[in-house]
């Protein structure tokens, strides 16, 4: 009898352990800690970017990030493409649960701050070619038009619908200066290779424990490690945007800071009418 009942005790507490957090509970968990580090580390150290600048280009990333995805975040839990489990959200806004909203705001925080231990700028002007411009837009758009095709299947609708959600901002990116971001491109990849692997690791671990689940109806059945591939692409893409918006921010305001007004002025009148500023 007695190690019976020890028994149920023991299956009870482990059953209390494998238990999925709450999303809230998730985010706490995997972002409170990386989060403190790295702006604890970015405020003291005095080869990091700090200051009203980049806290300023983190700001209308979060600002942008929250305004894109919401909709499109929406959409998706609507049409099935994931779901959460019992009890792991608290309130729901329109679709998506609070986490969901919170998520669009700590991530890049944690990204920025990690890119923050990495304060490079090439001293590059931002007369960027106009064919070098258009070829950034072509390739990001392209992005969308591939996405567009694989709506069209429900297996790869996920993906289809990341690639279409991705490509416009990836124009206007790659639009501004794609070249400068070749510059930067040993930086750039320390700064995305480590909060991406982070992304798809807590990512896993979340479908692991049933704190959200990636309908198979909807995916193409590609896993890396476990990891749905349409997952890892949407990391991935996600922290590409958060990191060349930053660099791109931080880039335009050191030629301000050179004298480059002339240029920046150009590039700007330019930009908004689409035709670039050299021949």
Not at 39 to 46: E, H, P, S
Not at 96 to 113: D, H, I, K, M, N
Not at 142 to 151: K, M, N
Not at 208 to 234: C, D, Q, R, Y
């Amino acid at each position: 009898m007695v190690e019976d009942s020890t028994g149920r005790i023991l299956a009870a507490h482990w059953g209390q352990l494998m238990a999925p957090l709450t999303y809230l509970e998730f985010l706490l968990v995997f972002f409170a800690p990386p989060i403190v580090l790295f702006g604890v580390l970015a405020a003291v150290r005095d080869q990091s970017w700090w200051g009203w600048r980049p806290v300023s280009g983190l700001a209308v990333i979060i600002g942008i990030a929250v305004v894109y995805t919401t909709p499109w975040d929406n959409l998706l839990i609507a049409a099935g493409v994931w779901t959460y489990g019992d009890g792991t959200t608290l309130v729901h806004f329109w679709e998506a649960p609070l986490g969901e909203y919170l998520f669009f705001v700590l991530q890049p925080v944690l990204t920025a701050l990690w890119l923050f231990q990495f304060p490079t700028i090439a001293d590059m002007s931002l007369g960027v070619k106009a064919r070098s411009r258009l070829t950034g837009v072509v390739a990001g758009l392209a992005v969308s038009a591939v996405g567009y095709l694989l709506l069209g299947t429900q297996s790869t609708f996920y993906l289809g619908a990341i690639l279409l959600w991705s490509g416009p901002i990836l124009a206007i990116q790659w639009g501004f200066g794609w070249p400068y971001l070749w510059e930067i491109r040993r930086t750039f990849a320390i700064a995305l290779a480590v909060p991406t692997l982070y992304y798809w690791a807590i990512d896993r671990f979340a479908i692991e424990t049933g704190i959200w689940t990636i309908s198979s109806a909807h995916t193409t059945g590609l896993a890396i490690l476990g990891l749905p591939i349409e997952e890892a692409v949407f990391f991935l893409m996600t922290n590409i945007f958060a990191i060349q918006g930053l660099v791109m921010y931080m880039w335009l305001f050191d030629r301000v800071d050179r004298g480059d007004l002339e240029a920046w002025t150009v590039a700007v009148r330019n930009w908004t009418a689409g035709t670039g500023i050299e021949g």
